[in-house]
Every structure is written in C-alpha cells, then in structure tokens.
Nanobody
C-alpha cells in the first residue's frame, strides 16, 4: 500500500521559513515524479512544486518560484520542500503527492496518483 506522510508544517510569521518533509512507503520513491500541492478552503488544490525522479528537474508555481525549493533523497524515500520568505498567501494545507506513470513535470491535479494526509502551514502578518 502506498502511503505518503508529511510533516514540518506549523505557524510562522511573514518572512519566516519552514521545511516540509514527505516520507513515502509502499513503493520506491525514485520510480515516480513527486511534488507538493496546497489547498485553501474554498479553492481548488494547486500544484506548488514538482521534481523529476532523480531530483534534477524541477517545476514551480510562479507564486513560489525563488522562495521555495523542492528536493529529494531517494535513498530515504523522502521529498522535501524548503519554504523561505513565507507570505500570508502561502497559508494552506500542503499535500505531498506522487504523479501517475508517464507524467512528471506538470502541476495538474488529475495527474496525481497518490496524496498524503496533508500538513497545515499558517503564515501570519
């Protein structure tokens, strides 16, 4: 059974930083492109960052480019999201995801295969 478990969320003030961690089990993380999506109540989930199987390729939403960095450690079946210069607009539930076979550097919800349970990130002014 594929399970994605996120951690590292919390509350931080504007300009602060957080590092999210996603540990995958049930499959070798290196076999799938993985990433992070987020959702605010009342809005659809949106892709934040996606990385290729080897971590070399990365795709970011325009709103986070330059502030967030996605990385992965396949030996640990783990994906990270370093979030710097956080803004109140970044407040959301963040989900770790794995993409379906044949999909990689895209940020479409319908390309997601598995979702984690989510970790809340709250940024205050």
């Amino acid at each position: 059974q594929v399970v994605l478990v996120e951690s590292g969320g919390g509350s931080v003030q504007s300009g602060g930083s957080l590092r999210l961690t996603c540990v995958a089990s049930g499959f070798p993380a290196a076999s799938r492109c993985m990433g992070w999506f987020r959702q605010v109540p009342g809005k659809e989930r949106e892709g934040v960052a996606v990385t290729s199987t080897d971590g070399a390729g990365r795709l970011y939403a325009d709103s986070v480019r330059g502030r967030f960095t996605i990385s992965r450690d396949n030996a640990k079946n783990t994906v990270y999201l370093q979030m710097n210069s956080l803004k109140p607009e970044d407040t959301a539930m963040y989900y770790c995801v794995s993409l379906k076979t044949d999909y990689c550097l895209t940020r479409y919800t319908h390309h997601v295969d598995y979702w984690g349970q989510g970790t809340q990130v709250t940024v205050s002014s």
